[in-house]
């Protein structure tokens, strides 16, 4: 035999697959690691191609920020199934990416995928991959956030992660906590009522014009009630105006001003995986 068992553990290490993937692939390259090693990324690219019309709606979504505070990102990194999603390995994988976007503060998804990794591209990894886990395997999202202080919040299972910016740096742990989750919970649209596309706002206020013209309110005071409903709407939608979910006497402006008066939220990132 033309390698040993510490060559076959070393390939494991460096391509992820199972250790009678690297003895086999070690076997039909007579020894020779890098052969080794393209066998192994050939398999994976086959795998991928095969699986290419499956549905990969499990995964898991996670964010983080960096040392600083001042830039977060946040992944998502699906498969086929929840079994695979749940694997301490493909949770690891998906770890090192999001890292990955961290230490280069990359700006977008089609960057993501072109940052090299390990001798090749973040994309080709994740088909490396596909061949480890016999599952289709995408990576699906990425958002990052750059301020004075970001926090990240991934709820238990990481299927639910949160970025959330602020204005200040020095923000109280536990203040920026309760907004990311808060994002989590209530899942706004907006940071406040002014980030909300003029379109948006148009379509709402027609949907509630029609609503109460259906109901048989007065055609001269649809838009006075059509803005009553609107503002109703921005308390629901747009983070800083909605209810405080560990307070339901203050929103979420007020639980800030609360700690610091000239604090506010300059933006935030929400993804769920719907499984």
Known sequence: MSFTTADVVKLRKVSGAGMMDCKNALKESDGDFDKALEIIR?????????????????????SKVTEDGKFGALV????????????????????????????????????????????????AQVTEQTGVTGEK?????????????????????????TLV????????????KDVAMQVAAMAPIA???????????????????????????????LDKIAQGSLNKWYKEVTLLNQTY??????????????????LTVTAFERYTLNV
Not at 166 to 176: A, L, M, Q, R, Y
Not at 204 to 214: P, Q, V
């Open 245 to 262: 979910v560990k307070d339901g006497k203050i929103s979420i402006k007020d639980f800030l001003k609360q700690n610091d008066a000239e």
């Open 137 to 161: 395997l995408e990576l699906s999202y990425y958002k990052n956030i750059a301020g004075e202080n970001v926090v990240s919040y991934i709820h238990p299972g990481n299927k639910l992660a």
């Open 42 to 62: 050939e398999k994976g690219k086959l795998i991928a191609n095969k699986r290419a019309d499956r549905d990969a709606a499990e995964g898991v979504a996670l």
């Open 165 to 176: 910016g602020f204005n200040k740096t020095g923000v109280d742990e536990h203040v920026g």
């Open 76 to 123: 998502v990194l699906n498969c086929e199934t929840d079994f695979v999603a749940k694997n301490e390995s493909f949770v690891a994988f998906a770890e090192k990416i999001l890292n990955a976007a961290l230490e280069n503060k990359v700006e977008n998804l089609e960057a993501l995928k072109a940052l090299e990794l390990d001798g090749s591209s973040v994309e």
């Open 191 to 221: 940071v406040d009522e002014a980030a909300i596309p003029q379109e948006a706002i148009n379509k709402e206020l027609e949907f509630a014009r029609e609503k109460y013209r259906k109901e048989g309110k007065p055609e001269a005071m």
